[in-house]
Structure formats: structure tokens, C-alpha cells
């Protein structure tokens, strides 16, 4: 699958220039083919002789040295990447990129380049925490590019915590993913709804869950990777925005979801229901903070509208999933959602089974299809699931 792939790897100048040698070597064992530029700051530490030894190819530093070929170089090398990679990337090249500067080599061929372009930062761990710096790193991530986090131990200058280089094996297994990435979902629109909804009781007060939004937005990260225009409505979370996605729309309510679902429904031919919507809300709200008192309170609640059922009402050739997450007779309750909400599949987990659920960054599910076939899966990172999601969505709309 790799071979015919080409990565741009940039070289800035820091103490982890050594564990790109790395990098190099083990991407051309699987077939890569690897072209390097180094900053000069970065030949201070390794010298480009290195680097072509490992590449078997030429490494370029100076933006005004005598070309090797006739192709203007900077916007050569930018074509043929499929993945730039940035490894180290230190403060001073974030900064540099971040704000558009392109004074050498590295940053004039990262700003001629379309290809998916991956950072993994190696710094001292003051610099990392700097306020600069992760706004930097903030704007990057808002305009497309992939981060490969540093790791946290002692530091070149004696230093301990977060700022080493990302090991080798972890930055070319986040380069593997993004040479392999399916674009199978290219002009396929397709909601996504996510995290919890919020049904106020008074202006302090209100119903919510515990759902973190994470499952919803792994699939709405990935759907965008794999070509989709995604609509994201989502609750009230914590997460960075996924990138590439075609719209957010942030809700409160279940009614607030409900209505920007149908408002989207005609442009997406598939909806996703991974949000925690609120099954009832108070029945009066309370425009003024309850106050305490010596006796019980009872607040009396009512229905919300059930958005997938809604929608399965009304979805004619639409394709539909949803989801159940529950704490007992799994199965009975998932099939009984498909048949009710007219669902193309369901997702169904276990909440009581450790690493399935909330809060956590891990998934357990089954899906079941509208002909009751059932397919298990272990454990995975709910970006995994995600793919597995989408996988049958993609299926289904090869139909």
C-alpha cells in the first residue's frame, strides 16, 4: 500500500534532529520514498550527508544553492508529498508557519504544499506550555494540519516534563495513517450528532448527562478525513473542533438539536446519532433561581421529541444510524430501536463494561443491522470505531 508514497520530511534545528535519522530509515523500510530539507540551524546537530544516506536522495538546506534539476525546487519537492512531515518541529518554526512567514527552504516549501501535513514538536517544556506557542500550534490544527504530541520525561537541557520528540515508531505509524487514509466518502454529506443535551430547570439548574461528546466527534473527524462534508450539532463539550468538518452547530436543548437536524436534513443523504439527547425535560422552567426551602421539591417532567424516530419517519432514502447505550438486555433494547426509529444499523454498547461508554477514549459495540445480523467487535480506540461506523455507512450508500 506504501510503495509509490512520497514524504517530505522538514528538519528544524534542535537536539532530536538524531531520532529523525530514525524516521527516515524506518519509513524507507516500508517502501517510502523519503526526500529531506533541513534548516540550517538543524545541520548544526546532523549533517545532511546523514540524511542522504538514509533517503537516497538529496538533501536540500539553502534555498540558493545550485539546483540538482531543472524543477523549481520549492514547489517541486511541495508536489510530490503526499505527506509533509515536520519532525522536530521547534517553537520557531511553529511560529514561522503559523503566520504565514516563509523565509528558507522548510517554510516556503510547506506553504507551496497540498499535502497532509503532520508536526510533532520537540522543545524545552517552559517553551511547549507557552501561551505563544500553543496558540500557534491552535491556529495550525484550525487550518488542517496533524499533530504528533511530545512525550513527557527528561529533557536534553536536565529539565523533566512534556517536550521530547514523539518516538519514532509513534511519528511513522501517524504518517502510515495518513498515507492510508480512505477517501471513500468524497461528496457524501453527512450529519453527525454529538455529546450531551441540556434541559434547563432555572437559570441555574438544569437535566444533562455524562456523555463527553468524544464518540461523536471521533466520527466526525474521520468522516471529514475520508472526504465527507460533515454537519457536526453538537452539546456542550469540552473537545477541539475536528478538522476539516463543513459545519458545527452548537445546541443546548433536545428541542435545539431537533430543529437543527430537520433544518439540515434535505442537504445530507446520511445521519449519524451519536448524541446523548435528554429523553424528558422539566415541564415549567423557572425563570427565577428556585430557592430552598425545609420541603422536597418535585419538579414534574415531560417528553422531548425522539430525533431519530422523527426522522424515520420522514427519511425515504436517507440513510439513518443510531445508537444505544445501555446497562442491560443490550441486544433485546438495540433491535427494538431499529425496528421503532426505522434505523439502517445501530451502534450498541455496554456501558457497565469497563473501557465502553463515557468519558473514556476506548469502545465496545456491536452493530446490528435492520435484519438482526450482529456483528461484534473487541475494544478499540473510538476512532477506530469510528472508521468501522463509517465503513458500513459506506456500504450501505454503495447500494
Same mark, same amino acid.
Given at each position: 500500500m506504501l510503495k509509490g508514497k512520497t514524504v517530505v520530511l522538514g528538519v528544524s534545528g534542535g537536539i532530536a534532529v538524531y531520532k529523525s535519522l530514525d524516521v527516515v530509515s524506518r519509513l524507507r523500510k516500508l517502501g517510502v520514498n523519503v526526500h529531506v530539507i533541513m534548516t540550517k540551524a538543524a545541520t548544526e546537530f546532523v549533517t545532511p550527508l546523514s540524511f542522504q544516506s538514509l533517503s537516497q536522495n538529496y538533501v536540500v538546506c539553502d534555498m540558493f544553492e545550485e539546483p540538482k534539476t531543472w524543477d523549481v525546487e520549492h514547489v517541486s519537492l511541495a508536489k510530490k508529498a503526499d505527506v509533509f512531515l515536520i519532525a522536530p518541529a521547534t517553537a520557531n518554526f511553529i511560529g514561522k508557519m503559523a503566520n504565514g512567514i516563509a523565509d528558507d527552504m522548510l517554510t516556503?516549501?510547506?506553504? !507551496? %504544499? /497540498? !499535502? /497532509? +501535513? #503532520?508536526? !510533532?514538536p520537540a522543545m524545552n517544556t517552559n517553551m511547549y506550555e507557552n501561551p505563544v506557542l500553543q496558540r500557534n500550534i491552535k491556529i495550525l490544527k484550525e487550518l488542517g494540519c496533524n499533530f504528533v504530541d511530545p512525550e513527557s *520525561?527528561? #529533557? !536534553?537541557? =536536565?529539565?523533566? *516534563? /512534556? =517536550?521530547k520528540l514523539a518516538s519514532p515508531e509513534v511519528i511513522v505509524n501517524e504518517v502510515v495513517n495518513l498515507l492510508t487514509q480512505k477517501q471513500d466518502l468524497i461528496g457524501k454529506n453527512i450529519i453527525v450528532t454529538a455529546g450531551? %443535551? +441540556?434541559e434547563s430547570i432555572d437559570p441555574m439548574r438544569f437535566i444533562s448527562n455524562r456523555s463527553t461528546g468524544k464518540m461523536g466527534y471521533a466520527i466526525a473527524t474521520q468522516a471529514a478525513n475520508r472526504g465527507a462534508n460533515v454537519t457536526l450539532i453538537s452539546g456542550q463539550t469540552n473537545l477541539e473542533v475536528p478538522k476539516n468538518i463543513k459545519k458545527l452547530i452548537k445546541i443546548e436543548s433536545a428541542e435545539d438539536m431537533y430543529n437543527a437536524v430537520l433544518e439540515n436534513l434535505d442537504d445530507n443523504q446520511v445521519v449519524i446519532k451519536s448524541a446523548a439527547v435528554a429523553d424528558y425535560k422539566p415541564k415549567n422552567y423557572s425563570n427565577k433561581k428556585i430557592k430552598k426551602s425545609d420541603d422536597d421539591l418535585s419538579i414534574e417532567l415531560e417528553r422531548n421529541k425522539d430525533i431519530a424516530y422523527e426522522i424515520g419517519k420522514i427519511k425515504k432514502d436517507k440513510i439513518l444510524v443510531g445508537f444505544a447505550a445501555e446497562t442491560n438486555d443490550l441486544i433485546e433494547n438495540a433491535k427494538g430501536k431499529i425496528k421503532k426509529k426505522n434505523l439502517d444499523f445501530i451502534v450498541a454498547n455496554d456501558l457497565t463494561k469497563k473501557g465502553a461508554g463515557f468519558g473514556v477514549d476506548t469502545n465496545i459495540v456491536? &452493530? &446490528?443491522d435492520k435484519d438482526g445480523n450482529i456483528t461484534e467487535y473487541p475494544k478499540m480506540k473510538k476512532e477506530e470505531v469510528a472508521d468501522v461506523i463509517l465503513d458500513n455507512v459506506n456500504k450501505l450508500l454503495q447500494r
Open positions: 516556503t516549501t510547506v506553504m !507551496a %504544499t /497540498k !499535502a /497532509k +501535513v #503532520l508536526i !510533532a *520525561g527528561r #529533557l !536534553a537541557c =536536565g529539565d523533566t *516534563g /512534556k =517536550g450531551p %443535551t +441540556v456491536k &452493530i &446490528i
